[in-house]
Structures are given as structure tokens and as C-alpha cells.
């Protein structure tokens, strides 16, 4: 009996801590779900509260516009434009302005205070007011290393949005020189002409043109060699055929936009003898022939003219004593004899 009871409460105390183990598991399960809960809330609640800052910045409200690209020159102000636009809300004003470059804070704007930057670097407008609305900005002097990708952040109270511009250099290329190779495996080809310009950004383009203006580019070949700092040395070459009847030809050179940089004209002498390399001695006397032979012959008349315009005054003094009567001189110089016959009729 005795023993029967103790075994009862030995059973009655490990279902007692059986129960009292299910609970405190149970109570940290319950514990742990309420953490759980409470960062879902938190989740839900941050969540929330970037929707409704997202909601402020609405940009039916809030708009910001900037140039996507802007083609700038080297060493000289580059200009960024960036126009805020707020939309017909009237009572709305810029807080804060941030133009920033790979992470790099450039220029900084707080309202009521004047702006922070960076040497090199302000904005186009730094005088503020309530109703400016353009954060453009400027760069002075501008570089080689200023060119990239650059992000405008603009906070107003009523929201904040940004927007990115590109800046990109042009730089120009030098006057473009002409020099001549007569060397040429090819037989029908009298003389290359190779222009070149270098120093120039983005990669440009030579054209070929003859005294009338024709375009012979189709003709040459271009190569362009990019050097260690980014540039461009640009060289184009232009076969000049035996047959060829032009002696003038302009290289000229053309940046990205189209526009003529710079020019140079060549000349190619009639006389010269590398305009066809591959002529031997009798070929040039052959033309040196066709080329006196005329000369020659003009002279001759010339001085034959003069000769006849010489001599006509003496012709025309030694003629001046003779009868214009051809008859009567021949009846002077040879006298009629008259036979007796005659005479006697006539008596």
C-alpha cells in the first residue's frame, strides 16, 4: 500500500514538471512569435513609412530635369543644366541640393546657407532665392579626368527626387599635314598622299577633296591610333593614279559633330617626276619633246613674221621705175622693123 502511494506521487511530481517544462517551452515559443511579430511590425511600420516619403515625392509633384548629355570642351566651362520642376505647387521650396560623381560629394546646398563645393565645381546660379529653381552646375577649367556620370539630388519640402546628367570632352584636333610617298607596289599608282592631325577627342574623320570640290574619301583609308591619355591621332591615305588629272587636293578634318577643324591643300606639279615613279629616260624625253617640239615650231613662225615684215619696204622701193604698161615696155625695148613693102603702101 505504502508503496503503491509513493509511486503515485512520484508519478503526480513528474507529470507535475512535465506540465511545468511544456509550459515554460511553451511560453518561450510564445515569447519567440512575439518577436517574430514585433520585427514583422517593425518591417511593416519602416515599410510604411517609405511609401508614404515615396508618397511626398511624387513627381506629378516634384520633377527634376536634366540634360541627359553635354559635349564639353577641354580647358574650357562645361555646363551641367538641371532644372527643378514643381509642377503649379506654389507654396513648395528647395531645402537642400547635392551634385555628387562616383560617390564623391561635389557640391552641397543648404538652405539659407551658402553652397559647399569642391574647387572647380559650383552651381550655375549660387545666389538662391524662394523662386529659383534651377541647381545647374558649372564646371571650370574643365578636365580629362571631369568626364563621367554625375547625379543631382534635390530635397524640397514637398518631397525630394534626382536625376543624372553625362558630361563628355571634345577636344580639337591640330591643323591637319600632307606629306607625299612615292613608294607604291602597285604599277597604276603614281604617288600616295597621307594625311595626318592628332590630339583631337572622340575619334574624328579625314576627307579627301580635289580643286572642284569632288569628295575622293571613298578612295582612302583612314587609321586612327588612340594614345595613353584617351585622344586620337587620326591618318588617312589617298592613291593618286597615272592617269589622274587633278593637281590640287584638300585634306580636311572632321570632330564627331561634323564640324571642319582644320584644313591643308597639296599641289602636284605636272612637271614633277614623281608623280609617275615608274617612267624611265625615254619616257621623260618623250615628254620633254612634246613640250619642246611646239615651242620650237611657234618660234620659227614668229621670226619667219618678222623676217617678211623686214624685207617688204625693199621689195616695194625696187619696184617703183618700172611702166605699169606692160605692152608699151616691150614696144620700147624691142623697136618694130617695118619692111619695105610697108613703107611703100604707106605712101
Given amino acids: 500500500m505504502q508503496a503503491q ?5 512520484y508519478e503526480t511530481e513528474n507529470n507535475y514538471f512535465e506540465n511545468a517544462a511544456l509550459k515554460s ?14 520585427s514583422w511590425g517593425v518591417c511593416l511600420l519602416s515599410l510604411t513609412l517609405i511609401c508614404n516619403i515615396i508618397a511626398r515625392c511624387d513627381f506629378s509633384f516634384v520633377n527634376l530635369k536634366c540634360n541627359d548629355y553635354k559635349q564639353g570642351r577641354l580647358g574650357q566651362q562645361s555646363l551641367l543644366e538641371c532644372i527643378v520642376n514643381l509642377s503649379g505647387v506654389s ?23 551658402a553652397p559647399k563645393s569642391e574647387p572647380r565645381f559650383t552651381l550655375a546660379e549660387p545666389h538662391r532665392n524662394e523662386g529659383n529653381l534651377n541647381v545647374s552646375m558649372l564646371v571650370t577649367n574643365t578636365k580629362w579626368e571631369d568626364r563621367g556620370d554625375y547625379t543631382c539630388t534635390v530635397i524640397t519640402s514637398r518631397g525630394y527626387c534626382l536625376s543624372s546628367a553625362s558630361l563628355e570632352l571634345s577636344v580639337p584636333y591640330g591643323t591637319p599635314t600632307i606629306s607625299r610617298l612615292s613608294k607604291n607596289p602597285n604599277q597604276k599608282v603614281a604617288m600616295t ?29 583612314q587609321n586612327a591610333i588612340k594614345t595613353e591619355d584617351g585622344r586620337f591621332n587620326l591618318n588617312s591615305r589617298l592613291d593618286l593614279l597615272q592617269s589622274s588629272t587633278f593637281f590640287n587636293y584638300i585634306c580636311a578634318v572632321y570632330n564627331i559633330r561634323k564640324d571642319r577643324e582644320g584644313e591643308t591643300q597639296y599641289s602636284v606639279s605636272v612637271l614633277d ?64 622693123k617695118t619692111m619695105p613693102g610697108d613703107n611703100a603702101a604707106a605712101v
Fill in 5 to 9: 502511494e509513493t509511486r503515485s506521487l
Fill in 25 to 38: 517551452k511553451a511560453w518561450f515559443i510564445l515569447k519567440e512569435k512575439e518577436t517574430v511579430m514585433a
Fill in 91 to 113: 507654396d513648395a521650396r528647395i531645402e537642400r541640393v547635392f551634385w555628387m560623381k562616383e560617390g564623391a560629394t561635389l557640391i552641397e546646398y543648404k538652405r539659407g546657407n
Fill in 193 to 221: 598622299l597621307s594625311c595626318n592631325a592628332g590630339g583631337g577627342y572622340p575619334e574624328g574623320r579625314i576627307l579627301w577633296f580635289d580643286e572642284h570640290g569632288t569628295n575622293w574619301t571613298p578612295s582612302s583609308k
Fill in 273 to 336: 617626276p614623281v608623280l609617275n615613279p615608274h617612267e624611265g629616260p625615254t619616257q621623260k624625253s618623250d615628254l620633254a619633246s612634246k613640250i619642246v617640239i611646239p615651242v620650237v615650231i611657234i618660234g620659227a613662225v614668229i621670226i619667219g613674221l618678222l623676217i617678211v615684215r623686214l624685207l617688204k619696204p625693199c621689195f616695194q622701193s625696187s619696184h617703183q621705175g618700172l611702166p605699169t604698161n606692160r605692152k608699151d615696155y616691150y614696144e620700147d625695148e624691142y623697136p618694130t
